[in-house]
Each structure stands twice: as structure tokens, then as C-alpha cells.
């Protein structure tokens, strides 16, 4: 028996508080203490951080692509541009997205009328948007790894340092939501699958990252002064690769099996079964993704012959397939609505299933893929599940992100061509790292079969950019309709029992649950009822 | 931000609403989790440089080279725990509502945080090392990890003056001390982050 | 008892053990060395046992905390809280610009460490600034149960310091900023950029003015254009450097002992002649025209 007291239909007035205007109140937006502002900031940003790291990683494919006669960049820009790519996929989107993503669900989820230390998580957001400014401009004015200039070189260290503090601020925001500020009867066992998993992947982060950070100390400190351990310009983005490989990368991923798990029992019209094997899953899965003692540049032997990189990259598989395989079940145990937001979740759990497939084939020593493009395309097929989560969760939760729901049409397009074009860039890679194409971008042209490999995955690129650009324009079209239900899915969880937009506080009153699906139950007894 | 000098305080305002027990303590020690991790990352590779010095047949810190002088090392480790002890005093003091000694528990540790950086100044002008030459490693990672000790004492010391204007203003007492309790614990975090700076890099070297 | 969110950090905590255990034996460690953390023999590969059992603290730490703290659940913070009802938590009444200026000073820090330590001077101000401000912000929300009344507090207690301050640091700003604009542009461009500057600034206010309500964002926006405007200027003139100055002589065009910035877009040796004609003493010239640049 649930009993949920704040009457969904309620709705607080903002009339009067300064968070009451519209996000595009300039000096609303940039002193705002409003969570969901805050958190919409973030995902905004973020998207915008996406587009221009696929562009780097176009530029990259131009740069495979290139004869003799045709050369796009210098060997330095080469690298200068893979960071830009590679370390911007994690630190100027996936993180950012799924931080403001996780800032307005979560404290909604919990039954917060906040998020906890609010002015900390503008901070977080306003820390990381500079810290990014200055991570392009290090690299733009010609320092960066692969860069020559010496002062770039140290502000990009420095830029990279403050970009993952900041990151780091907004998740201690979010982890102490998940624990302190949880409404009467919300049992951390009872809190829904996004938060959980924002709860496990916080907690990875916490407690890998910081490493990166260290890194980043010593390397600036040897960069400045002496040159003689990492500081050397060509040593420095292979001591941050461990960032974007196995196994840390799967640490951005952990929240896409939180995103889809709390849509697939909605849309099935079904209680979530086996809620304890999810959590476990969702928890072993954010064990295997701790990957900071995985530094293959500092470890005096091969990475890939330690057995445990190869039992973790092998275990990463199960628990995705687990939770699939929960999703799956729930999915038969009721009967399916379609959306848009659906759709694009079941594409992120099969391109995270992917991503996991191909690590296990990875770290299999006798396959010698190591230092091969397979490493690259492994990465954009995890990225690619995050790009997909994120984009599910923002369809899915759009009444509470932007007070309307997106166009499903849209929806159901986005997630499957973005699956299409991810595909279609990462296998060509794959395929590419079995006939041994470098991790690199080779000098000089490449040979036939590997160069079309190479063509298919520029277009399977750019497929993905257009795809983004759509969905991006889709989130900012339309705004401010004023007729959007508060629940529009039927949904189980708290966030759904607020209005939409919910107003600043969230609630009218704070909730009392007794149950970890309170709406759901409540809508089954009426059912039966009626 | 408007700001008027004669905005009008009324006489009798409600009385302010309990602050939420935990949140600050949780967030201090997640914020406590997150620097053990950057001293992770520095350890770990404090220990693999070394590691791989003595295992190529070389001394981590050549004799005649440098010293690092083990004695002022100790004196700030007694420093910083004599501060944990009249940090504790404070926190005792706030929690029987007696301000009188909450000040001066809060004053020693001031005083004897700033005792600390002195003699943190004094060791740094007597190993007297550059980030140059035969022991640049070496000086990286010490300087690296004995800085982000030193940082995170800084840290210590300003959340702890934060808390403590607000303990003058009123803010904490025996019903509600958690800004307080949460700044010792940060306190604490950072004298147990020395401990082991000077096990590692100054007892053993 | 052991709470979830301890159960979920313990965990972690043995399965990082359990990790730095198996990598270390198959990397090479001995059994002994590997079980005693490396304090009875080698862990082999010393980074990944050093992190793992590292993580392993950590999160054993975590586990800790939240135990300690029961998973700061509903039911035992209430108890703690002495309340009948879970203690509300109150979002920010009003905004507040500190974030972003601590963000700011932040990155001024960041820069100026790279670029020149003055400017990281700067940025630690700033960073005080907020860090004051966030603190007495902070305390004055909870001071009473009355928005208004808080807010009247922090007032009374910070106006008396903000107002000299703000105002100081805006006229340092502006005349600082527009000097460097003034002495890097030639003579007569200076005259014609703030005659221009002045007309726009004139025709904005009067535009802003004559209408019956101007949004909140257009102000901002504005108010931001001509700050970035002066600040973007005054740092382009400081890369720049100053133009430079033809000293008249000791007596002066006029007759009088001054200093007058002319234009060198010419010849320069033509203009030193005329400091040569117009001085009595070349040497003397030269030397009062170097300590004046």
C-alpha cells in the first residue's frame, strides 16, 4: 500500500521568487541556485561540447582519409585534435550531460525540494564551462599534447585539472542528495534506478578521477620545470589515455542501465521484478568500471598481460546482459508501449552490450588487438551508449527538464539512426583494428581495404553529428507550452507526482512513500477499483 | 543585489527552521573520499618511481645529494596532532554550549595550523631542492604530495574560519553543531593525510 | 547493523581488496608481501596494487561514514533532528552572483599562474570575495525563520563594507582599463574612439530612456557588451603597449616644464631633431623621455 500525499495535480506558485522567471533571463540564468536550472545548463552546454568533439573526430576521419598530395593537419595537430576528441567526449560531454541530467531528476526521484548545496552545484557548472573555455583555448592557442607552445601546454593541464574538480563538486552535490535529502519513508532501498545508478557511478567517479587529477599534477609540475618524467609533450595524453580505455570508460556508462531500467517497467505497464538482482547488477558493473589502477603508460609490464584487466574486461559483459535480460523479462511480463524515449534506451542497452562485447574481444591477448583502432572503436560504441542514454532520459523526463513533452516522431527516429551511424562508424574501426590499423592516425595514406573501412566510419560519423544536430534542435524547439501533463507515462516514481515544469521546491508538499513504485501502486488499486 | 542600510529588522522574527541533520556531514565526507583519492593517484606513483629506482640497483634519494631533515618533519606532525586534540576541545565545547572555550579551542587550532605552515616553510628552505637535475623526480612527487598536504590544510583552515563566523554569529550550539563537527572532520582528514606524508616520504624516504 | 549504502561501500571495498590481491600475485608480488600491503615483500605491479588498495581504503571510508550516519535515512534523521517530521530543506531564496565569481576567480587563478602571478593575485581576491560573501550569505538564510528579515541582516552587516568597496573597485576598473585604451591608441584616434564611445553610451541610455519598460536582459546584456567592451579593449591595449611619447623639452611647447604624448607615427628621427631643437640639453632629453615611457 502506497500512500503518496502530495496531490500530483498541485502546484506551487513561483510567482514572486526571483527563480520564477524564464531561463532566458540573462541574470536569472547566471546567478541561479535553481537545480533544474542548473542541471538544464549542464545538459544544454554538454550537447554543445558533443557537437564539437564529433567535428574533431570528422576532422580525424578526414585526416585517415588523406593522400599524399592532401594532408588536413600536421602530426602535432593529429594529437592535438585526438585530445580534443577523445578526452572531450568524457570530459566535455558525457560527464557534464549526465551530472545535470542526474541534478533535476534525482532530487525529484528522492522527493527533495532541492538538490543538496545548490550554490555549490552553480559553481560545479560555472567552474567546468570556464575550465572548458580554457581547455579549447589551450589547445587553440597551440598547446595541448602535440602543441608547442609551453604556456598553452601548462593552461591546458591546468584547464583539464579544473574541468574534472568541477565535475567532481556537482557529483558530491548529487551523492549527498541520493543519501541526505530523501523525502519521509524513501528508503535508499526503495530510490529509483537512475538515481541508484547515479548513486554507483558517483561513487566510481569519486573515487577514480581524483587519480586523473594527480596525474594531471605531476605532469604540470614536470612540464614546467623540468621535462624529465611525463612532462615531455609527446607523454602526455598516453598518461591520460586510461581515461577513454578499458576500463575506466565504462564509468560513464553506468547511469544508461539506471535510465533505461526506470522506463522499461513504465512502458510495460508492469512493476519492476527483481529490483535487488537490478541493484547488484548496476553495482557490479560500477565495480568493473573502476579502471584507474589500469595505467597501461606507467605500468612496467604489458596491461594486457594482467589477468585481472582481462577478468574485468571479459566480467563487464554480464551485468549489462543481466540487466537487459531483467528489462527483457519485464518487457514479456506486460504489455509494451513504444515511445520515442523507449526506443532510444533499448538502443543505448544494446550499444552499451556492444561496447562490453567488444571490450571482452579486446583484452583477448592472442587477438593482439591492443594499440589497434579497435581501442577506438570500443570507446565510441560505449560513448555512443551515452549519447543514447542521454538522449532517452531527456525525451523520457522532458515534462520535469522543460516543461513539455519532445516530439516522440523525433524520438523514435533519433535513437535508431543514432544506433545506425554509431554502428557504422564504430564496426569499420573494429574491423579496421583486426588488419591492424594503429591506434594513431598513420602519417601517410592507407592501404584499400582499410582505407574504405576508414571512409565508412567518416560517414557513419557523420551520421551521428546530423543525428545529434536533430535531436538538439528538437530539445529547443517548442519551449514554453503551458498545457503539459504532469504525468504523461503513466510514470511510478516520484519525479512523476509533481507538475511539469515542477515548480521551485518541487513539491507542494513534501511526499510520504511507502513504496518503491508509489505512483504505480496507486494506479493499479484505482484500476482495480474501477 | 540591492543592498540598503536601513532595511528594517523586526523586533521578534520566527525563529529559523532546524536545518536538515547530515548534509553537510556527508558532503564533507565525500569531499574527505575524493582528496584520499588524489593522494591515491600521487601515492601510487610515488611508490612505482621508487620502486623502480631500487629495483634498477639506484638509492631513491642519493646520499650527498639532499637531505630531508627528519626532526622539523616530526615537529610538524606533533604540531598538527596537538591541532587535532584543541580542534576536538572546541567541538566538545560547542556541544555543552560553552562558547568561551569553543573560542579558544578554535584559536589554538588557528594558531597552531599556522605554527604548521611555518615549519612547512622552514623544511622547504632546508632541503632546499629545485625541480632540476639528478633529483627532479624525486622533487616532483615530493613537492607534489607534501603541496596538495599543505593545500588541503589551507582548505581545512578557511572552511574552519567559514564555520566558525558562523558559530559566532549564533548559528551553532548544542542542538545543531554539524558545520562545526563536519569542518573537525575535514580537520582531522587532512592531520591523518601528514600522518602518512611522513610515514612514506619522511621516515621511510 | 550494516545499513545498504554501507553494505554497497564495504563491498567495493573487499572486491578492491580481492582485486589488489589477484593483481598483485600475478603480477609478480609474493604472497606474503601482497596479504601485508608490501610491508613483508613485493606487490609486483606497484601502480595497480598501490590504487587498488588505495580504493579499497577509500571506500572502506565511505562505508564508514555512512554508517555512521545510518544512510542518513528519513527515520533516524528525524530522530536526530528532535522533530516530529523530516526537517525541510528550504531552496536558495534569492539568487546570487558568488558562484560565478568564485568560477571566475578560479580561472583568473588558473591563467595567472600560467601567465603572470598578478593575475593569479587577482583571481585569489576574487576568490576571497566569494568565499566572504557565500559564508555570510549562507549564515543569513538561516539567521530566522523570516526571508525578509534575513535579508535585511546580511545587509546591515555587509552594505557598510560592499558599497566603498564595489564602488572603488568599478572607478580602479574603468580607469584603468580605459587609460590602457587611451595611452595604446594614436593621439587623435583616442580622441575619435571615445567620442564614438561616448555617442553610443548617450544614445543607449537616452534609447533605454524613452521607452515605457526595457526587459531585465536587455539592460544585462548591455551592461555586459560595454563591460566586455572596455575590459576586452583595456587588455588589447595592454598587449599592445603604450604608443610612444616625444618629450618636448624642460620648458615644454609652451614654455612650460610638462610632458605632452604626441602620435610617433612618423619619422623618428625627424622627431628626435625636433626634441633635440625644441630641448636645451639632447642627453637630458633622452634620459627624463626613457623613465616618462
Redesign the interface.
Known amino acids: 500500500m502506497t500512500i503518496t500525499e502530495t496531490a500530483p495535480e498541485a502546484e506551487a506558485s513561483d510567482a514572486g521568487h526571483?527563480?520564477g522567471r524564464a531561463d532566458?533571463?540573462?541574470?536569472?540564468l547566471?546567478?541561479?541556485?535553481?537545480?533544474k536550472r542548473i542541471g538544464r545548463l549542464f545538459l544544454g552546454t554538454s550537447l554543445l561540447g558533443l557537437i564539437t568533439v564529433v567535428v574533431a573526430g570528422l576532422i580525424l576521419d578526414l585526416e585517415r582519409l588523406s593522400t599524399d598530395s592532401f594532408e588536413l593537419l600536421t602530426s602535432g595537430s593529429v594529437v592535438q585534435v585526438t585530445a580534443l576528441h577523445e578526452l572531450g567526449l568524457v570530459l566535455l560531454f558525457a560527464l557534464p550531460a549526465l551530472i545535470g541530467l542526474a541534478m533535476v531528476i534525482v532530487p525529484l526521484q528522492v522527493g527533495?525540494?532541492?538538490l543538496?548545496?545548490?550554490?555549490?552545484a552553480?559553481?560545479s557548472?560555472?567552474?567546468w564551462?570556464?575550465?572548458a573555455?580554457?581547455w579549447v583555448a589551450g589547445l587553440l592557442v597551440g598547446g595541448g599534447p602535440g602543441g608547442t607552445d609551453l604556456?598553452g601546454t601548462?593552461?591546458w593541464l591546468?584547464?583539464t585539472g579544473?574541468l574534472i574538480v568541477?565535475l567532481?563538486l556537482g557529483?558530491?552535490?548529487v551523492?549527498?542528495t541520493i543519501?541526505?535529502?530523501?523525502?519521509?519513508?524513501?528508503?535508499?532501498?526503495r530510490i529509483p534506478a537512475f538515481s541508484f545508478s547515479m548513486?554507483?557511478a558517483g561513487?566510481v567517479w569519486?573515487?577514480?578521477?581524483?587519480?586523473?587529477?594527480?596525474?594531471l599534477?605531476?605532469i604540470y609540475?614536470?612540464h614546467r620545470?623540468?621535462q624529465?618524467?611525463w612532462g615531455a609533450n609527446e607523454a602526455i595524453l598516453s598518461q591520460l589515455s586510461w581515461l577513454t580505455g578499458q576500463p575506466q570508460i565504462y564509468a560513464i556508462a553506468i547511469p544508461v542501465l539506471g535510465i533505461a531500467a526506470d522506463q522499461i517497467p513504465v512502458f510495460a505497464g508492469v512493476r519492476q521484478r527483481f529490483t535487488g538482482v537490478l541493484m547488484a547488477a548496476i553495482?557490479i558493473f560500477?565495480?568493473l568500471a573502476?579502471g584507474?589502477?589500469?595505467?597501461a603508460a606507467?605500468?612496467?609490464?604489458d596491461i594486457f598481460d594482467?589477468?585481472?584487466f582481462v577478468?574485468?574486461g571479459v566480467l563487464a559483459v554480464l551485468p549489462v546482459l543481466m540487466v537487459l535480460a531483467l528489462g527483457g523479462e519485464t518487457i514479456r511480463a506486460g504489455k509494451l508501449r513504444p515511445s520515442g524515449s523507449l526506443i532510444t534506451a533499448l538502443c543505448a542497452g544494446l550499444a552499451l552490450l556492444a561496447a562490453t562485447a567488444a571490450g571482452a574481444v579486446h583484452v583477448i591477448e592472442p587477438l593482439e588487438l591492443a594499440g589497434t583502432s579497435w581501442h577506438t572503436g570500443q570507446m565510441n560504441l560505449t560513448v555512443l551508449a551515452v549519447i543514447l542514454g542521454v538522449l532517452s532520459g531527456s525525451w523520457y523526463w522532458a515534462p520535469k527538464l522543460f516543461g513539455r513533452t519532445l516530439d516522440d516522431v523525433a524520438g523514435k527516429l533519433i535513437g535508431p539512426l543514432l544506433l545506425l551511424g554509431g554502428l557504422l562508424l564504430a564496426v569499420p574501426l573494429l574491423v579496421a583494428g583486426i588488419l591492424d590499423q594503429p591506434v594513431t592516425v598513420p602519417p601517410g595514406p592507407v592501404d584499400d581495404p582499410v582505407g574504405a573501412l576508414n571512409g565508412a566510419a567518416f560517414a557513419g560519423r557523420a551520421l551521428v553529428l546530423l543525428a545529434v544536430i536533430g535531436a538538439a534542435a528538437t530539445l529547443l524547439r517548442g519551449r514554453g507550452r503551458t498545457d503539459t501533463p504532469d504525468d504523461p507515462w503513466g510514470g511510478h516514481t516520484l519525479e512523476w507526482a509533481t507538475t511539469s515544469p515542477p515548480p521551485?521546491?518541487n513539491f507542494a508538499e513534501?511526499p510520504v512513500v511507502t513504496d518503491d513504485r508509489p505512483l504505480f501502486t496507486e494506479t493499479a488499486e484505482e484500476d482495480a477499483s474501477a | 543585489m540591492t543592498a540598503f542600510v536601513t532595511d528594517i529588522i523586526p523586533a521578534d522574527p520566527p525563529e529559523a527552521p532546524r536545518a536538515r541533520p547530515r548534509m553537510v556531514l556527508l558532503g564533507t565526507g565525500f569531499t574527505i573520499a575524493g582528496f584520499a583519492a588524489l593522494f591515491v593517484g600521487l601515492f601510487a606513483v610515488y611508490f612505482t618511481m621508487r620502486s623502480s629506482y631500487i629495483a634498477a640497483g639506484d638509492e631513491w634519494i642519493p646520499g650527498g645529494a639532499g637531505t630531508i631533515p627528519l626532526t622539523p618533519a616530526s615537529m610538524m606532525f606533533i604540531t598538527l596532532a596537538m591541532s587535532s586534540i584543541t580542534m576536538h576541545w572546541a567541538i566538545w565545547a560547542i556541544g555543552h554550549d560553552d562558547r568561551l572555550n569553543t573560542w579558544l579551542g578554535l584559536g589554538l587550532t588557528a594558531m597552531l595550523a599556522a605554527a604548521f605552515l611555518n615549519q612547512a616553510a622552514f623544511l622547504y628552505d632546508q632541503m632546499g631542492w629545485e625541480i632540476a637535475g639528478d633529483l627532479a623526480v624525486q622533487s616532483i612527487l615530493i613537492y607534489a604530495i607534501s603541496g596538495l598536504q599543505i593545500l588541503m590544510l589551507v582548505g581545512a583552515i578557511v572552511f574552519l574560519a567559514l564555520m566558525a563566523f558562523r558559530a559566532m554569529a549564533g548559528g551553532y550550539s548544542s542542538r545543531d553543531s554539524e558545520g562545526l563537527v563536519a569542518a573537525s572532520m575535514f580537520w582531522h582528514a587532512s592531520v591523518a593525510a601528514y600522518a602518512v606524508v611522513w610515514t612514506a616520504i619522511y621516515q621511510i624516504k | 547493523m550494516i545499513t545498504l549504502g554501507a553494505k554497497l561501500y564495504f563491498g567495493l571495498s573487499a572486491a578492491a581488496v580481492f582485486a589488489a590481491w589477484v593483481l598483485g600475485l600475478a603480477s609478480g608480488g609474493s604472497p606474503l608481501g601482497v596479504i601485508t600491503f608490501s610491508f613483508a615483500g613485493p606487490v609486483g605491479d606497484q601502480l595497480g596494487f598501490v590504487v587498488l588498495a588505495g580504493t579499497a581504503a577509500v571506500t572502506f571510508f565511505l562505508g564508514v561514514v555512512v554508517v555512521a550516519l545510518r544512510d542518513a535515512d528519513p527515520v533516524s534523521v528525524t530522530e536526530v533532528a528532535g522533530t516530529d517530521t523530516l526537517p525541510e530543506v528550504v531552496p536558495p531564496a534569492h539568487l546570487s552572483p558568488w558562484p560565478i565569481v568564485a568560477a571566475f576567480g578560479a580561472a583568473t587563478v588558473l591563467v595567472g599562474v600560467v601567465v603572470d602571478l598578478v593575475l593569479a593575485g587577482v583571481g585569489v581576491v576574487l576568490l576571497t570575495a566569494a568565499a566572504v560573501e557565500w559564508t555570510v550569505g549562507a549564515w543569513a538564510d538561516r539567521a530566522t525563520g523570516d526571508p525578509d528579515a534575513n535579508r535585511a541582516l546580511r545587509n546591515r552587516l555587509m552594505a557598510p563594507i560592499e558599497t566603498p568597496i564595489a564602488s572603488a573597485f568599478g572607478v580602479f576598473i574603468f580607469v584603468f582599463f580605459a587609460s590602457r585604451v587611451l595611452l595604446a591608441l594614436p593621439k587623435y584616434g583616442a580622441t575619435a574612439v571615445f567620442g564614438i564611445a561616448a555617442i553610443v553610451v548617450l544614445g543607449i541610455a537616452s534609447y533605454f530612456a524613452t521607452r515605457p519598460a526595457v526587459s531585465r536582459s536587455l539592460v544585462t546584456a548591455a551592461l555586459l557588451v560595454g563591460g566586455l567592451a572596455l575590459i576586452g579593449g583595456g587588455v588589447a591595449g595592454l598587449a599592445a603597449g603604450e604608443r610612444e611619447f616625444h618629450y618636448l623639452g624642460p620648458d615644454g611647447e609652451n614654455g612650460h616644464n610638462d610632458v605632452e604624448a604626441e602620435d610617433f607615427g612618423g619619422d623618428a628621427d625627424e622627431l628626435d631633431d625636433e626634441a633635440i631643437i625644441e630641448g636645451d640639453d639632447p642627453e637630458s632629453d633622452e634620459s627624463t623621455a626613457g623613465d616618462t615611457e
Open positions: 526571483p527563480e532566458g533571463d540573462l541574470a536569472t547566471v546567478t541561479t541556485g535553481d537545480h527533495a525540494s532541492t543538496a548545496f545548490p550554490r555549490a552553480a559553481l557548472f560555472w567552474g564551462l570556464l575550465g573555455a580554457l604556456q601548462d593552461l591546468l584547464a579544473m568541477s567532481l557529483t558530491v552535490c551523492l549527498t543519501f541526505g535529502l530523501r523525502t519521509t519513508g524513501m528508503t535508499l532501498r548513486l554507483v561513487s569519486l573515487i577514480t578521477l581524483p587519480v586523473a587529477v594527480a596525474n599534477l605531476i609540475l614536470d620545470h623540468a624529465v618524467m553495482g560500477g565495480f573502476i584507474a589502477w589500469a595505467q606507467i605500468q612496467p609490464t594482467e589477468p585481472l577478468a574485468v521551485v521546491g513534501a
